[in-house]
Structure formats: structure tokens, C-alpha cells
């Protein structure tokens, strides 16, 4: 009997410590499949998984900045960015606004309807007077972009201008101010200027009078000499100038942003800068692909014409102390012949915009 109970003891006994050994087997399982000890605690991996979670259903939000330009060689200095925008490539979320007057730009500029804008050398300086301040410039996008084009075979020069009508459009703006500096330091008093709203209507006058006198930007000249073979680019303006004036440069447009933008938004601006710089170099590294674009986005209506033009105007992205150099000494040359030309007053060190 005793045999007996001492063996159902020994069985029992036998029994418990198998299903001990199980039960740690079981649990060295899940030690070994449970991806939240393979880091740290259970409530430790969820807490990470939550981060995951948010990471992703919460992406960092780009700010949207609106970019206002003029029709003609500013813009074709953005096509490229303007492209890689609409493939939403880019860090900030652009909207792009391109019209064909200064004063329209200016507008936008004014009313806060736009945050970056290209515009005329001379008019970023006439907005900063207008505003108080509240505006800066972050480049130089354009150099001078201004030829003399006509058909008739005594205009040679800026000094054989004299006694001849010249259209062009740019009333109150570079174009204007620029030709009206020439002329005084050549001494020529008796031109007549004649203004036109569009390069368009220009060209159309010299396709029916191969003799008329124009001054035009690019890309507008090879428009308009490839479309009457009567008519040629005689002499730049870059050239002249530099006849008169070997202390600055000739300039034709910059970029300019608003204060209250750049302070709340600086790596925007920032993020802009390189872009527009990455765009103007392609304009040069790509020109084929850029004359495409241009064509698409209707600045020119032919890519074949667009790819001729690019190499003559001068799409740059000059900033810091070589864009104050050269934008500061150019104001001045306009202050000095028509005040009215930069706002009444020369623009203050904190006109030029120094990247952080």
C-alpha cells in the first residue's frame, strides 16, 4: 500500500515538472518572437509605433509662396523652376503670376498679393521708397538685355539716334531711363521716343517699316529679326553703356520680397534663392530643354526662336555684396539723371537682402 502511494506521489510529482519546463519553453518563445522586447519594453514599441503613426499622417507642411514676374527674359530665368514646381519637386509650395506690365507686378506687390516678384532694376528701388522699407532685393536675375533694331543702315551707334524717332515700351521704367542717360551723355537732345504697351506691337512696326527705329529686350530682338530678315540688331545698349560708364553695369531686372515674407518665412527664402539659381543655370547647362519650356509656358511662341535668344540675355543669380555692387552703383547712375527714376531717394543699406 505504501509502494503504491509512493509511486502515484513519484507520478505527480513527474507530472508538475513537465508542464513547468513547457510553460518556460513557452515563454522563451515569445521572448524570442516578440518584435517589442527586441527594443525595449511593450510599452516602450508602442510608443514608438504612435511616433510612426504620426510621422507619417502628419508630413511637415510647405509653405506656399506667390511669384509674381514680367513676360520676356525674367521669366524665362524661372521656367525651370516653374517645371520642377508643377512636379512637385520642390520644398515650398509655388504659385507663379506672370503679367505683361511693371505697374502690374507692382500692384501685386503692393496690395501683399504676391511675396517674391522680378521686376525692373529701377522700380524694386521705387517700391522700397513707395513701402517705407518693407521690401528688399535677393538678386539680381537680369543683366542688360537692351539692343537697337532697325533696318536702316545709318544707325550705327546711340549718337545716330539723333533726329530719329525710337519706339519702345518701358515708359517709367529701364528701358526708358536707361536710353534717355545714353542719349544725354552722347550729347543727343533732339530724339523722339515713342511708347509702346507690348514688344509685340514693336515688332509689327518693323515688319512694315523695315526703316524703323526700336530699342527692344531679348528675346524680343530675335523675334522680331527672324521674322523680317530686313531688320537687324545694330548695337547693344550693354555697350554703350559701358562707353559712358565703366564704374557700374548695366542692369535690367531683380528680385525683389517682402519684409514681413522674409522674416516669418526665411527658409523659404532661403529655399528660393537656390532654386532660382539652379533655374537661371540651366538656362545655359540645358538650353534646349529651357527653350521647350519657354515656348510651352508662352513666353515665346516658337522653341526654335527661344533657344536662339537665350545666349544673349544674360539670365543671371547674382547675390549678396557682388548683387549690392553692381544693383547700388546702377540706382545711382539713374538718381543722378532723374531722381523720379528710383523713388526720389537712393534705397538704405537694408534694401539689399544678406542671406542668413
Known amino acids: 500500500m505504501l509502494k503504491k502511494f509512493n509511486s502515484i506521489l513519484l507520478f505527480i510529482v513527474l507530472l508538475v515538472t513537465l508542464c513547468g519546463c513547457n510553460g518556460a519553453n513557452n515563454k522563451e518563445d515569445e521572448v524570442k518572437t516578440s518584435p517589442a522586447t527586441e527594443t525595449g519594453s511593450v510599452s516602450e514599441a508602442a510608443s514608438d509605433n504612435d511616433k510612426v503613426i504620426a510621422s507619417e499622417s502628419s508630413p511637415e507642411e510647405k509653405v506656399h509662396v506667390r511669384v509674381a514676374s514680367l513676360k520676356g527674359p525674367t521669366t524665362m530665368g524661372l521656367v525651370n523652376l516653374m517645371s520642377k514646381s508643377a512636379l512637385n519637386e520642390t520644398r515650398s509650395d509655388y504659385e507663379f503670376t506672370m503679367e505683361t506690365q ?7 506687390v503692393v496690395s501683399g498679393k504676391a511675396d517674391i516678384a522680378l521686376v525692373p532694376a529701377n522700380l524694386a528701388a521705387v517700391l ?16 542688360g538685355v537692351l539692343y537697337c533694331v532697325t533696318g536702316d543702315e545709318s544707325v550705327k551707334n546711340i549718337k545716330d539716334l539723333s ?17 534717355k542717360y545714353l542719349l544725354e551723355e552722347n550729347g543727343v537732345k533732339d530724339c523722339n521716343l515713342l511708347f509702346k504697351s ?3 506691337e514693336i515688332a509689327a512696326v518693323l515688319n512694315e517699316d523695315k526703316n524703323a527705329v526700336a530699342i527692344l529686350p531679348q528675346p524680343f530682338v530675335t523675334v522680331a529679326t527672324t521674322k523680317n530678315k530686313e531688320v537687324k540688331a545694330v548695337f547693344s545698349l550693354n555697350d554703350e553703356w559701358n562707353e559712358v560708364n565703366s564704374e557700374s553695369e548695366l542692369l535690367t531686372g531683380v528680385t525683389i520680397v517682402r519684409k514681413d515674407f522674409a522674416k516669418k518665412y526665411p527658409e523659404a527664402v532661403s529655399d528660393f534663392i537656390n532654386d532660382h539659381k539652379e533655374s537661371a543655370e540651366l538656362c545655359d547647362k540645358n538650353a534646349g530643354n529651357t527653350a521647350l519650356l519657354i515656348a510651352d509656358y508662352g513666353i515665346i511662341e516658337k522653341k526654335e526662336i527661344a533657344e536662339a535668344a537665350l545666349p544673349y540675355c544674360n539670365i543671371v543669380c547674382i547675390t549678396n555684396d557682388e548683387m549690392e555692387k553692381a544693383l547700388s552703383g546702377y540706382l545711382e547712375v ?12 537712393l534705397p538704405g543699406e537694408d534694401f539689399y537682402y544678406k542671406a542668413k
Open 198 to 200: 507690348e514688344a509685340t
Open 128 to 143: 522700397y521708397n513707395k513701402t517705407k522699407g518693407q521690401i528688399e532685393v535677393i538678386d539680381i536675375n537680369t543683366l
Open 334 to 345: 539713374l538718381y543722378n539723371a532723374d531722381k523720379s527714376s528710383v523713388g526720389g531717394n
Open 102 to 108: 511693371p505697374d502690374q507686378v507692382a500692384a501685386l
Open 163 to 179: 533726329g530719329k524717332t525710337v519706339i519702345l515700351t518701358g515708359q517709367g521704367a529701364s528701358p526708358e531711363y536707361v536710353l
